[in-house]
């Protein structure tokens, strides 16, 4: 009795398990594919499905930062191509579409496929046709998709990748919040900024030296309106991948930590990480838990790509401040430090530089070393900034224009940052300047005496005085802006 009992069990439960109907036998369900950032809602289904994809290609001019237009060649309009999630175990019916007032075959190499090519071969498509191929989502993982046909560097170059998440059968804990951002390098004709139709070019791709770095597929995607969101207390799960083509990334995102990081988005986590490796062709999973409200800045720690290519994105996190995670500034006051000792030990620091004994009268000569040694990097040695990035201050309305409330707001911007929509000399830019800090009132006043004098500006010079007293206003009002990297 005991025995057939067991035996009827066993029997019971090889046909409950039994997995491997064929592929036509399983249910069939079409695939819920988005658009970056957002990435399509958990799989809840406990068993496996036959998993419809349709994916179309479009070849379509977009913005690689404001006023630069290129064409993209995207995997359904946007850049990364839409993010796809499947189940592991899932067999995937996948379609490609390429449409037909596109020049250029196309096809598909998925990271997430087991057999030759990731599909490349099986999904060769010329413009105005569709092919389809099938496959079995084996193992678990994130996994880039892009374009393998020749050039296949220009086709990734273009913007053609994606992510796919293969969703383990043990699900990841729920989160409050999913993210989807993939890293790219672009490679134009002109410089970044260069403003206009871009061509592609082939000579920087081949020689690393992309003119751009961004997030989603533009400067500024991330920014401002469009910045990710949070709310104090909830917990966030962030895709990432990395089209490349070319350049590795080191992603960090300013003010957090990880509380886990599933590397090369693979099974196994590692915990509490502040910068974490993505490569080419590559992906990462990180997660972390929104303490205390601010705006955290993400970046590509290589970081004259950030402040010089585009690889800037922002999460904005609301919900209140927590003083016992994060005070704000508690304190600044005046410091003396001994001017032999700093002498000695810097031989060859530029005088001018050094921030001297308070001057009765700020000199153009002190003003401009600060100048370049705190603003030039940005702005420009010649005050006219970088169209679409950085804002000019030569001639600038804002600076001059704005009657009596601009001496306050100059102080403010140098000493808090300045972050959003602004327009300058009939243009808009949306950045993020980062706080300039480490300059005494001497020394402030000196160089925005100097700024606000120079390239046609004219206002009368600051005094010490002055600058103590728009610091002490600017410091006690609300906070602003995110804090430099660290
Ligand atoms: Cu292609």
Known sequence: MKTSLSLMTTLAMMLACAPAFAAAELPLEKATLTEPPNVPPPITRTSAAKVLVELEVIEKVGQLADGVDYVFWTYGGTVPGRFIRVREGDTVEFWLMNHQNNKLPHNIDLHAVTGPGGGAASTFTAPGHKTRFTFKALNPGLYIYHCATAPVGMHIANGMYGLIYVQPTTPLPKVDREYYVVQGDFYTEGDFGAKGGQAFSMKRAIDENPSYVVFNGSAGSLTGDRALKGKVGETVRLFIGNGGPNLVSSFHVIGEIFDKVFTEGGSRPQENVQTTIVPAGG?????????????????????????????LGMMKVEGGQNKDVYSGKELDESYLGDESVASAVLPNRPAAAVAKAPTAKPDAAAGKSLYMANCSMCHQQNGEGIPGAFPPLAASDFLNNIANKNRLDLVATVLKGRTGKITVNGKEYNGVMTPVSGLG??????????????????????????????????????????????
Not at 283 to 288: G, Q, W
Not at 442 to 451: Q, S
Request: aromatic share 10%; charged share 25%; hydrophobic share 40%.
């Open 283 to 311: 992906s990462a999973i990180v997660e972390y838990k929104l303490d205390t409200d601010g705006t955290y800045i993400l970046v590509d720690h290589s970081i004259f790509r950030t402040f010089n290519k585009g690889s």
């Open 441 to 486: 009132d001497a020394d402030l006043a000196t160089l925005l005496t100097y700024v606000s004098n120079q390239w046609g500006n004219k206002a009368p010079a600051f005094s010490k005085d002055e600058i103590k007293k728009l610091r002490d206003a600017v410091m006690t009002a609300a906070p602003a802006a995110p804090s430099p990297p660290h």
